[in-house]
């Protein structure tokens, strides 16, 4: 199974500045990979798949890129929704597996 | 406006047998793939089964293959997910969800629409 490599595990940040997530995959997945959004109450937002392509209706704030095995999600000029928890997934084969999460929180 | 609202949830023993229900509106249930996920008290996401638009192939991770089945029916718009054999590991809330499709390209393991999530306890 692919493990993937979430860092950091917590983040504290402000209002209109700017935050990455990491994700790092064992082993090559292409770009198959996907972030998410966890907020409580509501269900799991798709944010982005196939390494950078924004979900319909999801903030151009919200970026991903990748090199190689590693793939990073950009928030930039965070607004107060934005905080809440976030998980990598790759989609590249099976199993499908997550991230351990990162918990974005108010500074 | 995409729904899926999961219900069948609750405390069972360990060993024994539940099924939970997604039922999904707002969209052709029939032309989607349609996946579980689930995630343990605290813990992060695990991909759980995946069931094709036609319900002829599935797809499990080791950790529940051979003791979870995944069904759809699609008269009903309902997706399922029998559970057997329960063990206290299976405690978690377990989510359903709309696999992607992008301009009639499937995009296997990509879950665009989510429900709120249903809590399985495995418990004696």
């Known amino acids: 199974d692919v493990q993937m490599t979430q860092s950091p595990y917590n983040l504290a940040a402000s209002p209109g500045e700017s935050v990455s997530i990491n994700c790092k995959a064992s082993?090559?997945?292409?770009?198959?990979l996907a972030w998410y959004q966890q907020k409580p109450g509501k269900p799991n937002k798709l944010l982005i798949y196939?390494?950078?392509t924004l979900q319909s209706g999801i903030p151009s704030r919200f970026s991903g890129s990748r090199s190689g095995t590693d793939f990073t999600l950009t928030i930039r000029s965070l607004e107060p929704e934005d905080f809440g928890l976030y998980y990598c997934q790759q989609h590249n084969e099976y199993p499908f597996t997550f991230g351990a999460g990162t918990k974005l929180e108010l500074k | 406006e995409v729904q899926l609202v999961e219900t069948g949830g609750g405390l069972a023993q360990p060993g024994r047998s539940l099924k939970l229900s997604c039922v999904g509106s707002?969209?052709?249930?029939?032309?989607?793939?349609m996946s579980w996920t689930r995630q343990a008290p605290g813990k992060g996401l695990e991909w759980v089964a995946s069931?094709?638009?036609?319900?002829?192939?599935?797809y499990y991770p080791d950790s529940v293959k051979g003791r979870f089945t995944i069904s759809r029916d699609h008269a009903q718009n309902t997706l399922y997910l029998q559970m057997s054999s329960l063990r206290s590991e299976d405690t978690a809330t377990y989510y359903c969800?709309?696999?992607?499709?992008?301009?009639?390209?499937?995009?296997?393991?990509?879950?665009?629409?989510w429900g709120q999530g249903v809590m399985v306890t495995v418990s004696s």
């Open positions: 069931i094709s638009d036609s319900g002829d192939d599935t």
């Open positions: 707002g969209f052709t249930f029939n032309n989607y793939w």
């Open positions: 969800s709309r696999v992607a499709v992008y301009y009639g390209s499937l995009l296997r393991g990509v879950f665009d629409y």
């Open positions: 196939d390494g950078s």
């Open positions: 082993k090559s997945i292409s770009k198959y």
